[in-house]
């Protein structure tokens, strides 16, 4: 919800009040994708140095994290925009840590019998929480303005963390194996 609170006003809040032109802010969000690129490559290797459950928590904590320099950006345009470069490329890693590290230790954990009614009810409330969370980003940006509302969700998003450190997931150290009385044969029609 958070997250797309800060999309619904991100382009609005660097082209008016930062005063990005259309290429600069192409280029900013190009390094997202650079960003997500280079966390897709490396997640292997992290989840293998830190284990599965702190690589998932790492990524929900370096997704949100790097936004937070979105609503400091501020003074000349290249000062700004390097600080929303960073933001993207950081957020874009971080993406791809928890989706990649995240998806794994959920397949991993979820029985396959109940796999795809998991997997619905997640995208339910992924996916329907979007709009949701964009609508009060454009309303709080035109009530409060879009500096205090990039604040707000960018610490909201870091609150959301705050539900998963009680849990388990820190002792995660690897993706479990199946056990053999849990393996369903193949079967071909």
Do not use: K
Not at 37 to 63: H, K
């Amino acid at each position: 919800m958070f997250n797309f609170a800060f999309q619904a006003i991100f382009i609005l809040y660097a082209t008016t009040e930062l005063g990005l032109s259309p290429g600069l802010l192409g280029a900013v969000l190009g390094s997202g994708a650079i960003g997500s690129v280079l966390g897709s490559v490396l997640t292997g290797r992290i989840v293998r140095q830190i284990g599965i459950g702190r690589a998932t928590l790492l990524g929900l904590f370096a997704f949100p994290a790097p936004l937070v320099l979105v609503p400091l950006a501020h003074g000349p345009v290249l000062l700004a925009a390097t600080c929303l470069f960073l933001a993207e490329f950081g957020s874009g890693f971080g993406v791809m840590v928890l989706d990649i590290a995240g998806g794994s230790l959920t397949a991993s954990l979820i029985p396959d019998t109940l796999r795809s009614r998991v997997a619905g009810a997640s995208r339910l409330c992924n996916y329907g929480i979007r709009p949701i969370g964009a609508l009060a980003g454009g309303w709080l940006g035109a009530m409060i303005g879009l500096r205090p509302t990039l604040w707000i969700a960018t610490l909201g998003a870091l609150l959301g963390l705050a539900w998963v450190m009680p849990s388990r997931i820190l002792v995660r150290t690897i993706t479990p194996e199946p056990s053999l009385g849990e393996a369903q044969p193949h079967r071909t029609p």
